[in-house]
């Protein structure tokens, strides 16, 4: 084991895309990796078969109803992030190597068994993180296979790494989740450590092919709360033309022990959730473009 001392990280640091390395906004207990088969395989079989798409890291995965799409949802939580959101209430997924290796044969067998369950609720499979696009090729297995099993698709992302989604991965996606975690570049950075505009374009072209998009923005008092960031938010979303809602999620203090166990420091240590009068006035501002707001 190394006896590297942990090095405290201060804010959101912008770190390099070179090995894919979950943030997010609301509180759940997942099953880990409970009931999935982990691959054994030596170090460089499975960076083959990674590359091919065949075998991801996972950090999780649960059952959910009417959380991360439509119906009932089997979401697998994909380990790895490029963005470093100052809320995350994961930062333990942050890294790629925190994650467990799982086929994508062995996940989609999982969403064969409950596909009777998707077909009466409306459900379907739900691919989340950390950030899906830190691994393209897995993603793009479990897409094809879930849509030839007639299983909806979504995915859940930041579109930071949109470029990542090929259009062939985008024909199989039903639903995009995405989270657009401001509108205002500086405060973007500022939340994430990363630029805003590839998160723009993403969207822009997921409405341009005509794929259903749900939206999220995450509401943190003295961050992403400003009048203008939200007005901003809001004209960029109402922009889309197939957006269908629009969730605003209020700022919750959750993950914040988890920052300290990993030597992380924490900058919201002190913000509260967003009062009621808040979180009313940012959804008005949405609904003042004709967006169907929860």
């Known amino acids: 084991m190394s006896s590297t001392p942990i090095v405290a990280e201060v804010g959101a640091p912008v770190i390099e895309l070179g090995l894919p390395v979950v943030g997010g906004s609301h509180h759940r207990s997942s099953a880990g990796t409970a009931g999935l088969e982990v691959s054994d395989a030596q170090r460089s079989e499975k960076l ?30 994909l380990a790895g992030c490029p963005l470093r959101c100052l809320y995350c209430h994961n930062p333990d997924t942050m890294e790629m190597r925190r994650g467990e290796p799982v086929l994508a044969s062995e996940l989609l067998r999982r969403v064969e068994r409950y596909a009777g369950v998707f077909a009466v609720t409306g459900g379907g499979l739900t691919i989340s993180g950390g950030e899906p696009l830190m691994q393209p090729a897995f993603v ?4 094809r296979g879930a849509t030839e099993l007639g299983v909806h698709t979504a995915i859940d992302t ?13 024909a ?25 505009q590839p998160t723009l374009d993403f969207g822009r072209r ?3 092919s ?4 749900w939206i999220r923005f995450v509401l943190v ?35 914040r022990d988890k920052w300290a166990s990993l030597g992380m420091t924490y900058e919201l240590e002190d913000t509260s959730p967003p009062a009621p009068e808040l979180v009313a006035r940012v959804r008005q501002q949405f609904r003042d473009r004709g967006l169907t707001v929860y």
């Open 48 to 77: 083959a078969q990674m590359r091919a798409g065949e075998l991801g890291s996972l950090h999780s995965w649960e059952l959910v109803t009417a959380v991360d799409g439509p119906g009932t949802r089997l979401t697998t939580f």
């Open 140 to 143: 793009a297995r479990l897409l």
């Open 158 to 170: 930041s579109g930071y790494l949109g470029a990542h989604c090929s259009d062939e991965m985008l």
């Open 172 to 196: 199989d996606i039903d639903l995009v989740l995405l989270d657009v975690k401001s509108g205002i570049p500086e405060t973007y950075r500022r939340t994430t450590g990363r630029d805003l």
């Open 206 to 208: 997921v409405a341009a």
């Open 210 to 213: 005509g794929t259903e998009i």
């Open 221 to 255: 008092p003295g961050l992403t709360d400003a009048p203008e960031n939200v007005d901003a938010v809001a004209d960029y979303v109402a922009s889309l033309s197939t957006v269908s809602r629009v969730e605003v999620l209020p700022f919750h203090q959750m993950g």
